[in-house]
């Protein structure tokens, strides 16, 4: 794969890159760039966008010849006093969530899974946390609130504060030649950017990757950050989301209830699923439906899809329906991975008792 086709499959992950020529000089002059994503242990249960979408992600990440840096933020979850503030339980279910992206299918040769928890013992790693600290204003740090899901006018702990100097210092320990989060982390990777040099290190590339919509109707208002993080999906509100671990009657009772008007593409979430998920999965599609109402459609690429419906020849209710069938076909082997391995269905039995506080 040469440099063109590397740089092309990064876009493909990439709603937004900062900067693309940077990228490129670091595809060109490092054999195997490392990228890094942070996931905070935060739920008792784990959707199809941090399942399968991360999934798809990283394994572009890694084809296009990256090695993945997977941080397990689990005092980051703790300073923002997710499960109720006990880090046991937290660890718990960031091992958790390791296990779910086994059964994904995550490309684990390439990929190496941090524990913050080791950070936290490396004076080394508190010393660029203090570097942070120190040439960053509580207004700027402030600022990077979302990154946490707060907004910078909620009152924060003080170890809430402690939560984007962690984050940007997690860059320049795990040596990242690229952060690789979703659109919500911007604030944070832009500090990085600026705060980099003036600590002796690096400008890491940002590319951040969509935020998967929930099933409900999106916000009124313009298209920001903030309003895109609003409307993806959530573990809070678990029939806006679909689940590794539903069944397939779950999977088909949230997505006949999803927000899906008729010649509506933009912000159409049972769109984006094909888009970000299934045409990424299958070469296929395949719309069943009575002759009557035109007999069955077959689409080569999303871009066809988009455009039948845009001209509404393809109706809300059969994108539905073929929407749950090819998400069951991805779901139901998982699921059922997890039920087999001992360990996955130890740890989900035991994170369903544990208190989830947002």
């Known amino acids: 794969m040469n440099i063109k086709q590397r ?8 709603e937004e890159i900062i900067t693309e020529e940077e990228l490129k000089q670091a595809l060109e002059t490092k054999k195997k760039p490392v990228a890094y994503d942070g996931f905070e242990p935060s739920g008792t249960s784990i959707h199809i966008a941090q399942g399968l979408l991360r999934a798809i992600n990283v394994n572009k990440m890694t084809k296009a010849g990256c090695k993945f840096k997977m941080l397990v933020a689990d005092w980051h979850a703790w300073a923002n006093n997710k499960m109720g503030g006990n880090l046991e339980n937290i660890q718990k279910v960031g091992k958790y969530l390791i296990e779910v992206w086994k059964a994904c299918d995550m490309d684990l040769k390439n990929v190496e899974f941090v524990w913050a928890n080791d950070l936290m013992k490396d004076p080394g790693y508190l010393k660029i946390v ?6 960053s204003t509580v207004k700027r740090i402030t600022r990077c609130s979302q990154i946490m899901g707060r907004s910078e006018n909620e009152a ?30 911007r604030k944070v990777n832009v500090l990085a950017r600026e705060i980099g040099p003036k600590l002796g290190f690096w400008k890491p590339v940002v590319v951040s990757h969509h935020m998967l919509m929930g099933l409900g109707q999106p ?5 920001t950050v903030e309003r895109a993080i609003e409307m993806k999906m959530s573990k809070s ?6 689940f590794m671990t539903d069944n397939e009657e779950d999977v088909n009772r949230k997505i006949k209830k999803a927000y899906c008007p008729e010649g509506v593409v933009e912000e159409n ?3 984006e699923y094909c888009k970000y998920i299934i ?25 066809e899809l988009e455009k039948k419906f845009l001209q509404k020849k393809l109706h809300p209710m059969d994108l539905k329906q073929s929407a749950a069938v090819y998400l069951n076909k991805l779901i139901t082997p998982v699921r059922k991975n997890i039920e087999k391995s001992e360990v996955a269905q130890k740890l989900d039995e035991e994170i369903k008792t544990f208190e989830v506080t947002r």
């Open 269 to 271: 979430p049972i769109l």
């Open 156 to 185: 924060l702990q003080a170890s809430q504060i402690f939560y984007p100097c962690m984050q940007c210092a997690d860059i320049f320990y795990l040596n990242a030649d690229i952060t690789q989060l979703g659109m919500d982390q």
């Open 7 to 14: 740089l092309d499959l990064i876009k493909q992950v990439g």
């Open 279 to 303: 045409f990424e999965k299958f070469k296929t599609v395949k719309i069943e439906r009575p002759s009557k109402f035109g007999g069955n459609l077959e689409f080569k690429t999303y871009e």
């Open 219 to 223: 916000p009124k208002g313009e298209k």
């Open 237 to 242: 509100n678990p029939d806006s989301a679909i």
């Open 130 to 135: 203090m570097q942070v600290a120190r040439n």
